[in-house]
């Protein structure tokens, strides 16, 4: 039974990456449609343009393009516009011919979302497929901790003890991964550092491939689980703790449990000290951290932003009678 977070927290849709399979004989028809998009945007009444992606975005692709949206005003084809999403079409190094797909949820909203969607199914169609056939080959699923700075908890993973530590100009731990810095990991960081303005958040990213259909994201396995949360503080000298940690090892404790994780942190300890320690910090555990809580509002996101105003003919209607799936994914 999960214990309820007093913050209040919900997952937050930060990041989609679809990839579709497309046949060798429409690559042609494909591309085709692209490059008359890209040409002359002004002859297409369906609100967005494409602009030429970057050299980084071509490295493993062939072609890459960035897919703006125009409000369905006139298009002024010179215009520095914002790009919403990536689109990019062939990979280099693959025997397969498929087609990557990446945009922002939370970045655009509801609305925005279903406008993009639905100017990259309109390039789809000439390969004769869809968004709705897409493969999720890479998800960002967060959470922000408002109020909280990134070292005032310590964070522990159930599988993948690696973890990388980066500092700010004050010294202070800004950005933890549990994991590679690339590919599947948990991000932890300063969010105000990291903008440069607005309030205290820390957020907490888990970045993966989970392999599944788009339209099957209402049956993803709760991705947090995997992560723990605790309180070092407990462990400090007092009456509860009269043998604790005293608080001028404090800053060492957190630094070193930072970037060694707590069996590295404790292992110099004796046993009986090192169990206790344990035994305290299990539980303690913030009362914030509830992902089985957290999680159950999953299916409300799924369909906010997408089954409430989504087409009928992608299949995403099944996203607003979801329900959460709280089964460990590890």
Same mark, same amino acid.
């Given at each position: 039974?999960?214990?309820?977070?007093?913050?209040?927290?919900?997952?937050?849709?930060?990041?989609?990456?679809?990839?579709?399979?497309?046949?060798?004989?429409?690559?042609?028809?494909?591309?085709?449609?692209?490059?008359?998009?890209? $040409?002359?945007?002004?002859?297409?009444?369906?609100?967005?343009?494409?602009?030429?992606?970057?050299?980084?975005?071509?490295?493993?692709?062939? !072609?890459?393009?960035?897919?703006?949206?125009?409000?369905?005003?006139?298009?002024?084809?010179?215009?520095?516009?914002?790009?919403?999403?990536?689109?990019?079409?062939?990979?280099?190094?693959?025997?397969?011919?498929?087609?990557?797909?990446?945009?922002?949820?939370?970045?655009?909203?509801?609305?925005?979302?279903?406008?993009?969607?639905?100017?990259?199914?309109?390039?789809? $169609?000439?390969?004769?497929?869809?968004?709705?056939?897409?493969?999720?080959?890479?998800?960002?699923?967060?959470?922000? *901790?408002?109020?909280?700075?990134?070292?005032?908890?310590?964070?522990?993973?159930?599988?993948?003890?690696?973890?990388?530590?980066?500092?700010?100009?004050?010294?202070?731990?800004?950005?933890?991964? *549990?994991?590679?810095?690339?590919?599947?990991?948990?991000?932890?960081?300063?969010?105000?550092?990291?903008?440069?303005?607005?309030?205290?958040?820390?957020?907490?990213? !888990? !970045?993966?491939?989970?392999?599944?259909?788009?339209?099957?994201?209402?049956? *993803?396995?709760?991705?947090?689980?995997? *992560?723990?949360?605790?309180?070092?503080?407990?462990?400090?000298?007092?009456?509860?703790?009269?043998?604790?940690?005293?608080?001028?090892?404090?800053?060492?404790?957190?630094?070193?449990?930072?970037?060694?994780?707590?069996?590295?942190?404790?292992?110099?300890?004796? $046993?009986?000290?090192?169990?206790?320690?344990?035994?305290?910090?299990?539980?303690?555990?913030?009362?914030?951290?509830?992902?089985?809580?957290?999680?159950?509002?999953?299916?409300?996101?799924?369909?906010?932003?997408?089954?409430?105003?989504?087409?009928?003919?992608?299949?995403?209607?099944?996203?607003?009678?979801?329900?959460?799936?709280?089964?460990?994914?590890?």
């Amino acid at each position: 039974m999960s214990v309820s977070s007093p913050l209040g927290l919900r997952p937050i849709l930060d990041g989609i990456t679809l990839t579709l399979h497309i046949p060798y004989d429409a690559e042609g028809p494909l591309m085709k449609r692209v490059l008359e998009i890209r $040409k002359d945007p002004t002859k297409k009444p369906d609100g967005f343009r494409l602009r030429d992606g970057t050299l980084r975005q071509e490295l493993f692709y062939r !072609r890459a393009f960035g897919v703006a949206l125009t409000d369905g005003g006139p298009v002024d084809p010179f215009a520095q516009t914002e790009i919403h999403g990536l689109i990019q079409f062939g990979p280099v190094h693959d025997n397969g011919n498929f087609t990557r797909f990446e945009f922002n949820p939370n970045k655009l909203g509801p609305q925005k979302t279903v406008e993009l969607l639905a100017a990259v199914d309109h390039i789809l $169609k000439a390969a004769d497929t869809s968004v709705a056939h897409g493969k999720v080959t890479g998800l960002d699923v967060a959470v922000d *901790l408002p109020d909280i700075l990134p070292d005032r908890y310590h964070w522990e993973r159930t599988t993948n003890v690696k973890r990388i530590v980066f500092t700010g100009m004050s010294g202070q731990p800004e950005t933890l991964y *549990l994991g590679k810095t690339r590919g599947e990991n948990v991000c932890i960081y300063d969010r105000k550092a990291k903008l440069g303005e607005g309030p205290q958040v820390t957020r907490i990213e !888990r !970045r993966f491939n989970p392999g599944m259909e788009f339209s099957s994201l209402h049956e *993803l396995e709760n991705p947090f689980l995997i *992560l723990k949360a605790y309180d070092l503080q407990v462990l400090a000298t007092g009456p509860q703790v009269p043998n604790g940690i005293p608080s001028q090892y404090f800053p060492w404790l957190q630094a070193t449990a930072a970037s060694r994780g707590l069996k590295g942190t404790l292992a110099h300890l004796p $046993k009986p000290a090192k169990d206790r320690y344990l035994e305290l910090l299990e539980a303690n555990k913030p009362a914030f951290w509830s992902p089985d809580e957290i999680w159950s509002y999953w299916p409300d996101v799924l369909a906010k932003t997408f089954a409430e105003t989504c087409p009928t003919e992608w299949g995403l209607t099944s996203f607003a009678k979801a329900e959460p799936a709280l089964v460990d994914a590890t």
